[in-house]
């Protein structure tokens, strides 16, 4: 049960009310920001809410346990505090969310309706709509060490401990055919494949300082094409610099082969799999209590 200020419930409980909802926002940046679907701004706890920044949001669904509470909220792209390339460059993402149900005549009389995070965000050329996800959605989550056939470790980090000075490469693009496949200079004498999964850091033109993960590596008569996992924010064009890591598909078969470093590798992959679980003895098996992995 969630407690209502006596004044509020006093307003609610009046033929007529004077209460509009109000979204505070703080990117993981730490830059703040206030909006509200009532007609002027308001300002409460320092934070201006802006006004007529054509905020819509869905009715909220709460429920008992553990299951996440959603809401979505669509605006358009009128507000000047949002901008279309700071949603393609991730600025919202995972952005802390607080929605307040305020009476807009007085607002001290106000209710915090929902904390959570921004979830998915999916943008037009005018326009944007953005999943509110409740504080429940962390235990969903994967934390801690999580033991699979793959190695959890990240490419380069302490635990894998791969050198990416002598794994990292320099390019330019050659030609773009859209925001995120082009062809490419300077990655000459590299197999196809090598920057799959790989991270692509843009050192030059209208996305630097941008990463994104190599989705496609290609080379085809002596073509290289890389393709990007998704879009860039901004334009692809010829000239644009670029730097990229070696890719891994976190295989006990490339950490050894490629990489050469199969000590630190972090995954099992000896782990029996479900078909040892519905496995039965066979007569005409080698049932010598051997390996099963030589």
Known sequence: ?????????????????????????????????GFTDHDRALTFAGVTFEAATGFTATSIESSLGLAVDNLDVEGALSSTSIQEDDIARGLWDDASVEVWLVDWTAPENRLLLRKGNIGEISRGPSSFLAELRGLSHRLGQTYGRQFDRTCGWELGDGKCQVALAGWTFSGVVAMAFDFRSFTVTGLDGNGAGLFRRGLL?????????????????????????????LPMADVIEAGDAFTVQAGCDKTWTTCRERF???????????MPGNEIVIGYADKDDLNDGGSLFQ
């Open 260 to 270: 050469a470093n199969g000590d630190n590798f972090g995954g099992f992959p000896h």
């Open 1 to 33: 049960m969630k407690p209502i200020p006596t004044a509020m419930q006093a307003a609610l409980d009046g033929r007529a009310t004077t209460h509009a909802r109000c979204w505070k926002v703080q990117r993981r940046d730490g830059q703040q920001f």
């Open 201 to 229: 850091t843009w050192t030059g033109g209208a996305n630097a300082g941008l990463q994104m993960e190599v989705k496609r590596h290609l080379n085809e008569a002596g073509a290289i094409t890389l393709e990007l996992a």
